[in-house]
T-cell receptor, first 117, second 111 residues
Framework: NAGVTQTPKFRVLKTGQSMTLLCAQDMNHEYMYWYRQDPGMGLRLIHY???????AKGEVPDGYNVSRLKKQNFLLGLESAAPSQTSVYFC????????????????FGPGTRLTVT | DAKTTQPPSMDCAEGRAANLPCNHSTISGNEYVYWYRQIHSQGPQYIIHGLKNNETNEMASLIITEDRKSSTLILPHATLRDTAVYYCIVRSGVYGQNFVFGPGTRLSVLP
């Protein structure tokens, strides 16, 4: 049981290039999330998904697109990278909860460190 | 969404209990309190959560005041490996999507 995995771990892009970050979970969770974390800051929600084929915007969605074609995977795309997107990206998944109350605790991946020059 | 307030940093001696406070005075009746921690640059790690009652698991205890306006995370016997940033979060949103991470408390466990 690997939990939440993310690929790649590190990436350097030039301004204007595109890339896709992959998140995979093996916990049969319905909900998945993408966050970014800038130095010294807390995490901010980019996009989320409450099920296969559905996505929604979070707090900072501009410049990113997402897709959830399979329940276990959640992809984050940058179509035209900008230096302001230099950050660490975390994926998380949740639900169903292990207890009887639907408390939605989120489980996080190890992160992808992205630098845009 | 309820906002949380935490001290920016705290120190704790190794082997002693670490008590991390959090204020969430605008919390509403159906909002849960969660605690996470982040060690260095790793992904946040779930610790514990609660609604009204005090909770305990293998990692920590969570004490929530009767009016639910504040809570305390207790690490009963802190070790050097507990040095991390601790986040207190009040979760709302139908899908748990309003999981707002503030700056947290940087806990330093000292030998």
């Amino acid at each position: 049981n690997a939990g939440v995995t993310q690929t790649p771990k590190f990436r350097v892009l030039k301004t204007g290039q595109s890339m896709t970050l992959l998140c995979a979970q093996d916990m049969n969770h319905e909900y998945m999330y993408w966050y970014r974390q800038d130095p010294g800051m807390g995490l901010r929600l980019i996009h989320y998904s409450v099920g296969e084929g559905t996505t929604a915007k979070g707090e900072v969605p501009d410049g990113y697109n997402v897709s959830r074609l399979k329940k276990q995977n959640f992809l984050l795309g940058l179509e035209s990278a900008a230096p302001s997107q230099t950050s660490v990206y975390f994926c998380a998944s949740s639900y169903p909860s292990r207890d009887r109350v639907q408390s939605y605790e989120q489980y996080f991946g190890p992160g992808t460190r992205l630098t845009v020059t | 969404d309820a906002k949380t307030t935490q001290p920016p940093s705290m120190d704790c001696a190794e082997g002693r209990a670490a008590n991390l406070p959090c204020n969430h005075s605008t919390i509403s009746g159906n909002e849960y309190v969660y605690w996470y921690r982040q060690i260095h640059s790793q992904g946040p790690q779930y610790i514990i959560h609660g609604l009204k009652n005090n909770e305990t698991n293998e990692m920590a205890s969570l004490i929530i005041t009767e009016d639910r306006k504040s809570s305390t995370l207790i690490l009963p016997h802190a070790t050097l490996r507990d040095t991390a940033v601790y986040y207190c979060i009040v979760r709302s949103g139908v899908y748990g999507q309003n999981f707002v991470f503030g700056p947290g408390t940087r806990l330093s466990v000292l030998p």
